[in-house]
């Protein structure tokens, strides 16, 4: 038992705990069965607000890239699943979401106000052109017209949930240090 109350009093000394992870985890699956159950049948100008997806920002900013990838990952799963669509392609998405939205969050962004904004705006572009990506690829029904019409409202109805949900997140995993996300990353300068 001291290995793992020194296991625990290490983590707790780094800022990021398992706590952490379950609360990233719970609100990832409220977001992501939201998104299924509630957001995909609200239609704004063709766009659908897209709840997973700020969420997931909001997380991996604040988390970093592991965090981000891994709740992508198991996000994405969740919603293949839930809304019986192609298995792992929102996951192969929003992996790749979580990931370089947590790089950016790791390197520059995340002490920046407008961080959250201009990731949820650059993600949303992103992940529209994703799925449309890998739809083509897997020679399913790819219509680029639509998503590109739906672009601008996407975008906008991301931006007006990103205030909140960011808060949201933000309160319940307190910003970790920059040492905690990433050995690795060296800031220049």
Same mark, same amino acid.
């Given at each position: 038992?001291?290995? +793992?109350?020194?296991?625990?009093?290490?983590?707790?000394?780094?800022?990021?705990?398992?706590?952490?992870?379950?609360?990233?985890?719970?609100?990832?699956? &409220?977001?992501?069965?939201?998104?299924?159950?509630?957001? +995909?049948? *609200?239609?704004?100008?063709?766009?659908?607000?897209?709840?997973?997806?700020?969420?997931?920002?909001?997380?991996? *900013?604040?988390?970093? %890239?592991?965090?981000?990838?891994?709740?992508?990952?198991?996000?994405?799963?969740?919603?293949?699943?839930?809304?019986?669509?192609? *298995?792992?392609?929102? %996951?192969? &998405?929003?992996?790749?979401?979580?990931?370089?939205?947590?790089?950016?969050?790791?390197?520059?962004?995340?002490?920046?106000?407008? +961080?959250?904004?201009? %990731?949820?705006?650059?993600?949303?572009?992103?992940?529209?052109?994703?799925?449309?990506?890998?739809?083509?690829?897997?020679?399913?029904s790819a219509p680029a017209g639509a998503v590109l019409r739906s672009?601008?409202?996407?975008?906008?109805?991301?931006?007006?949930?990103?205030?909140?949900?960011?808060?949201?997140?933000?309160? *319940?995993?307190?910003?970790?240090?920059?040492?905690?996300?990433? +050995?690795?990353?060296?800031?220049?300068?």
């Open positions: 038992m001291p290995a +793992a109350a020194g296991a625990r009093a290490q983590e707790a000394a780094r800022g990021v705990t398992v706590g952490d992870g379950v609360k990233a985890a719970v609100a990832l699956f &409220v977001a992501a069965i939201a998104q299924v159950s509630i957001f +995909a049948q *609200l239609h704004v100008l063709g766009a659908v607000p897209d709840v997973l997806l700020v969420t997931l920002v909001a997380v991996s *900013l604040l988390r970093g %890239s592991v965090a981000g990838a891994v709740g992508g990952f198991f996000a994405g799963l969740l919603v293949d699943t839930a809304s019986l669509g192609t *298995l792992g392609l929102t %996951s192969l &998405v929003l992996t790749l979401a979580g990931y370089w939205i947590g790089r950016y969050g790791e390197t520059t962004g995340r002490d920046r106000g407008h +961080a959250p904004f201009l %990731s949820v705006a650059v993600v949303t572009v992103l992940y529209q052109l994703g799925l449309l990506v890998v739809h083509f690829v897997l020679g399913e672009l601008v409202p996407a975008i906008v109805l991301n931006l007006i949930l990103t205030a909140p949900l960011y808060a949201v997140i933000r309160r *319940l995993l307190k910003p970790a240090g920059r040492a905690e996300l990433s +050995a690795e990353v060296r800031l220049l300068g």
